[in-house]
């Protein structure tokens, strides 16, 4: 088994080789066996003949000797066939197969003769492997005087044998190799595109150069196979060559793509980073601008310039709409990143937005119809609250004949809250994108029914904030369906316990918060005087600019010493003291804070703000007790500090 | 049969070689020179013309008194090649004239000899005798004895002279071969 596995590594051309020359050492052998055998049988023969020949013609010699009983003479005819050198011994025997003259060569190896014959006509004497005997009669005219024995050596036949045998077997080395030889230079040319093609192959899989070609010689079955492997190449490479091109195309449009992607993201970050520092930024002139044109509504009699001013004062609130809408996207998802959601009363939260926009709706002329279930849901009350509505007011507006309706059903452990309305639905291409930011089914909504195309795109953000799924169905020209799909609660529904359970809607106090910018709030901070001390003059003055836009009164200090001076000359008394809190090589912000309370002589609210980053300033500042803000101070922390400490 | 009485005799010669009046001594020497005679027969070639047909028998005329002749007598009737072998007694000339072919001549018929040629007159015989000088005086085959045992003597131009072919492997036993030195 082993040598078989091992012939079958062994190269192709070794193999040829192999073959031809079992092949032919075996033809050689059986050749020479049969040939030797032959020569052997043949020497044998004509040995055995001539023995016989000898035989007779001593036989005939020595009638005479026998007749007479002449022993020396008998004796002198056998020695004659000494001279045979392979006669080893011969006898003569009388008519009684007694034996009458012997002669026997010295040398011999062999037995001499029986002193009986044993003989009879017709049957062939038996001879040995090494002796070859012939038994002829001696005959005188008709009658038997008796017989002629000659033995013969035979081994000049298995000399002669032997002989062959080593000629043959060089014979046979001779021939094995100059067939050998010559057949290697015949199968060169059937073994070496063989040999070629591997090569090349090998080359082709270790460099994966597809261009390789192998060399093909002449039309036999390995030249096909050669071109066949040609062929093939030929074919991998190009298809190769397409893959590559189309593998280059993809990678290009993917690199497009995630370019794309970063410059859409880097915009919308821009967006948001807009909005989120515009806002702020914007609320106070906006409120301030509310209540000039309250004052203005109240001062003006006249009827023309009346109805103008009730027109600013429309266009007024719909900006302040607009800008609540937008702050309370963040404000929201800031509230539900701390707070996290709580079992809510769907009930009790659909009915008052029900009863808010059922009035809307009739003012519009259309029905708002609502069916009303009893099932808690997990949720983040103001923000389903802000969804619903969005998704009511969309409704509404959007829809000029027929009805809305709210609705509520369960599925399994989930509630769905559905908004029909009966408007002109939205085209199946536009579904997918109406959650996008900015836009609408038609540019002339804009004008028409207000809004910025915000209002979907924030309900989305809230939606997937939650973790809540809304889908919408729509035929253009029939109406719309909003299906918003929110968690319920699994504990089993008490309506008692529900009304106690209903958590306090934040949305309500938030808009009032923000959105009732009345001049009540803003007459106060009129009053509000605001102390600032900071060594650092471009931040200085960047937060007056601020606090000032909102409507404070800042008093603004590089030092203690210059502060103090100020208080001590008798300066207005400030409601809320601002200080840096690294001031110069010494000082502090918690000192000056002392001294100003020092002269003041009243424990003055007070807060620092730091850009310090060494967490031992830190700790100094925390041993103080004082509210602390990190530098850079967000216009939104900032204000929330001013009312926590004001209020 | 022939060749066992022969080894006999040689073996007998052999341990008469100092003893050789005893009567088995010269038995056996009897059948040898009987024996001998029969193998001439054997040797010797007589051409066609010495015969009257293809199968005519070869005949042995004893003349004068032979010892052996019992013996010889014994091989009357065997066949050399195709013919028989004839022995008779041959005591008078004439019956020697009526045709033989081997004419043996006895010890007693030894002082007739020099006229005995002239009176036969006859060819195609071979002549054996067992005496000193027989021939040297017109015979052609002398059986005489050495010290150990039977030899002959021939004279191979009396042979020839009378037409008869002496076989030469019979020739290399014969002691002597002669030629007649004179007339």
């Known amino acids: 088994m082993r040598s078989i596995w091992r012939y079958r590594d062994l190269p192709i051309q070794r193999k040829i080789s192999l073959i031809i020359v079992i092949g032919m050492a075996s033809a050689m052998i059986v050749t020479v066996a049969n040939f030797i055998s032959f020569d052997r049988e043949n020497v044998k023969r004509d040995l055995g003949e001539e023995m016989r020949v000898l035989a007779r013609i001593t036989a005939a010699r020595s009638a005479v000797a026998v007749a007479f009983g002449d022993r020396s003479n008998a004796l002198e005819n056998l020695t004659a066939l000494s001279l045979r050198s392979t006669v080893q011994h011969a006898c003569i025997y009388d008519e009684q197969q007694r034996l009458f003259a012997r002669f026997q060569r010295k040398e011999s190896p062999f037995g001499t003769c029986a002193e009986v014959l044993d003989y009879r006509d017709g049957r062939r004497r038996e001879s040995g492997e090494h002796l070859l005997e012939v038994v002829e009669p001696i005959f005188r005219k008709g009658q038997r005087l008796g017989y002629v024995l000659v033995a013969s050596d035979l081994s000049p036949i298995a000399e002669r044998t032997r002989k062959w045998i080593v000629t043959s077997g060089f014979v046979t080395i001779v021939a094995l190799l100059v067939a050998f030889l010559m057949t290697r230079r015949l199968q060169r040319s059937v073994v070496r595109p063989i040999i070629d093609l591997a090569n090349v192959m090998d080359s082709v899989r270790r460099s994966n150069d597809l261009g390789l070609r192998a060399m093909a010689q002449g039309r036999d079955e390995t030249g096909r196979l050669v071109d066949s492997f040609n062929e093939m190449l030929e074919i991998i490479e190009k298809n190769n060559r397409d893959l590559q091109m189309l593998y280059r195309g993809l990678v290009e449009k993917s690199a497009e793509a995630e370019a794309t992607a970063a410059s859409l993201e880097l915009r919308n970050q821009q967006i948001k980073d ?16 509310s209540i000039f044109v309250q004052t203005l509504q109240k001062r003006i ?13 429309q266009a007024q609130q719909n900006l302040s709409s607009l800008f609540n809408e937008i702050l309370d996207v963040s404000r929201y998802e800031f509230d539900l990143t701390v707070a996290g959601t709580q079992p809510v009363s769907i009930k009790q939260l659909l009915n008052k937005v029900f009863l808010e926009f059922d009035a809307i709706a009739q003012e519009k002329g259309l029905r708002l119809r609502f069916h009303s279930c009893d099932y808690r849901v997990l949720a983040h009350g ?13 409704a509404i507006r959007y829809t000029d004949k027929g009805g809305v309706l709210l609705g509520c059903r369960r599925r399994g452990n989930r509630l769905a809250i559905e908004v029909w309305d009966t408007g002109r639905g939205i085209p199946q291409h536009m579904q997918s994108e109406i959650f996008s930011k900015f836009v609408q089914v038609s540019d002339e909504d804009r004008e028409t029914r207000g809004g910025f195309g915000l209002g979907l795109a924030i309900v989305k953000q809230f939606v997937d904030s939650l973790g809540y799924s809304l889908t919408v169905g729509s035929s253009v020209g029939r109406g719309t369906v909003f299906r918003l799909v929110v968690p319920l609660v699994d504990e089993p529904q008490r309506p008692r316990r529900e009304i106690l359970a209903t958590p306090v809607q934040p949305a309500p106090e938030a808009r009032l918060d923000i959105a009732t910018a009345s001049l009540a709030s803003l007459q ?8 600032l001390i900071d060594d650092t003059e471009s931040v200085r003055h960047a937060l007056k600019l601020t606090l000032t836009e909102w409507g404070f009164v800042v008093n603004d200090f590089a030092d203690i010493s210059a502060m103090e001076a100020f208080l001590r000359q008798g300066g207005a008394v400030p409601d809320l003291i601002i200080s840096d809190f690294e001031l110069g090589p010494e000082d502090t912000g918690d000192q000056a804070i002392a001294v100003a309370r020092q002269v003041l002589g009243t424990e003055v609210p007070a807060f620092i703000v730091t850009g310090a980053e ?12 004082l509210a602390t803000l990190r530098k850079p101070v967000k216009p939104a922390r900032l204000r929330a500090m001013i009312n926590h400490l004001l209020r | 049969m022939i060749t066992r009485l022969i080894g006999m005799a040689f073996g007998l010669l052999a341990l008469a070689a100092s003893a050789q009046d005893r009567p088995a001594v010269r038995e056996a020497e009897q059948q040898v020179r009987a024996q001998f005679v029969y193998n001439f027969a054997n040797f010797v070639e007589w051409p066609d013309d010495a015969f009257a047909t293809a199968t005519a028998p070869i005949k042995i005329c004893l003349f004068g008194e032979v010892d052996f002749a019992p013996y010889l007598y014994s091989f009357s009737g065997t066949r050399i090649g195709d013919r028989p072998l004839s022995v008779q007694k041959a005591d008078e000339i004439e019956q020697i004239r009526a045709g033989c072919h081997i004419l043996y001549v006895g010890q007693d018929e030894r002082v007739r000899l020099p006229t005995f040629w002239q009176e036969i007159q006859y060819i195609y015989v071979l002549s054996i005798g067992d005496r000193q000088g027989f021939a040297d005086k017109g015979g052609i085959i002398n059986i005489l004895r050495t010290r150990d045992r039977v030899q002959f003597d021939v004279n191979i131009e009396n042979a020839l002279l009378n037409g008869l072919f002496l076989d030469s492997d019979l020739l290399a036993l014969a002691r002597v071969i002669k030629r007649n030195t004179g007339p």
């Open chain 1, 382 to 394: 103001a923000l389903l609250e802000r969804i619903i509505r969005n998704l009511l007011s969309n």
């Open chain 1, 614 to 625: 060494d967490e031992a300033v830190w700790q100094r500042i925390r041993a103080t007790g």
């Open chain 1, 301 to 313: 009699q006249d009827p023309d310039q009346l109805a103008i001013v009730d027109k600013l004062r």
């Open chain 1, 274 to 289: 807009l909005f989120g520092s515009a806002a702020h930024d914007l609320r106070q002139p906006l409120q301030a601008m």
């Open chain 1, 524 to 531: 106060e901070q009129e009053e509000t005087r605001i102390l």
